[in-house]
T-cell receptor, first 113, second 114 residues
Framework: SQKIEQNSEALNIQEGKTATLTCNYT??????LQWYRQDPGRGPVFLLL?????KEKRKERLKVTFDTTLKQSLFHITASQPADSATYLC????????????FGKGNQVVVIP | KAGVTQTPRYLIKTRGQQVTLSCSPI?????VSWYQQTPGQGLQFLFE???????NKGNFPGRFSGRQFSNSRSEMNVSTLELGDSALYLC?????????????FGPGTRLLVL
């Protein structure tokens, strides 16, 4: 069955450095992949969407890459700030139907001032 | 535009009871999806509604049901609550036209089953 893996260990990073998160998936070839940010007690907030035919997408200090051969997406936060501390979730379109997302469990980022 | 609203925000129930959660999507959005989030399983898809019709359903037992009204507001119901139903229930709305649309999540309803 489809599996989406994100690192369960929190990423602690010094302010100003680049945080890099990984999303690996198996047994599926998604048409697109999304990244969300979730703060404690809040719903996820959409950040970026990248399609299977796109290698890279940028938005301000965020960059996402999508390698369909490796079945992996990398999510980068450059010049990280304490306000970037949150859990980041990757989501793939599910093989079971339209508009249905399959989420990874998320990777927590802690930016240390 | 106002965001997605969910009520209530917090709920405590006991095993065997039933619960109804409500979601009001962003104005103009016709699709609503529901997700259950737990520390162990993460975010799991429950079901999706578009124009009052269930369009997709996840792998949850029949105790979980939902509906959508003509104004796009949606409710989900869980009957015969079990301890394992304790979770954050999130709804997400989007215009409803295509599969790559951004989903806008509400703040969630935190359900605790005792």
């Amino acid at each position: 069955s489809q599996k989406i893996e994100q690192n369960s260990e929190a990423l602690n990073i010094q302010e100003g450095k680049t945080a890099t998160l990984t999303c690996n998936y198996t047994n599926y070839s998604p048409a697109y992949l999304q990244w969300y940010r979730q703060d404690p007690g809040r719903g996820p907030v959409f950040l970026l969407l990248i399609r299977e035919n796109e290698k890279e997408k940028r938005k301000e200090r965020l960059k996402v890459t999508f390698d369909t051969t490796l079945k992996q997406s990398l999510f980068h936060i450059t010049a990280s700030q304490p306000a970037d501390s949150a859990t980041y979730l990757c989501a793939l379109d599910s093989p079971y139907g339209n508009n249905r997302l399959a989420f990874g469990k998320g990777n927590q980022v802690v930016v240390i001032p | 535009k106002a965001g997605v609203t969910q009520t209530p925000r917090y709920l405590i129930k006991t095993r065997g009871q039933q619960v109804t959660l409500s979601c009001s999507p962003i104005s103009g959005h016709r699709s609503v999806s529901w997700y259950q989030q737990t520390p162990g399983q993460g975010l799991q898809f429950l079901f999706e509604y578009f124009s009052e019709t269930q369009r997709n359903k996840g792998n949850f037992p029949g105790r979980f049901s939902g509906r959508q009204f003509s104004n796009s507001r949606s409710e989900m119901n869980v009957s015969t609550l079990e301890l394992g139903d304790s979770a954050l229930y999130l709804c997400a709305s989007y215009p409803g036209g295509g599969s790559t649309e951004t989903q806008y999540f509400g703040p969630g309803t935190r359900l605790l089953v005792l």
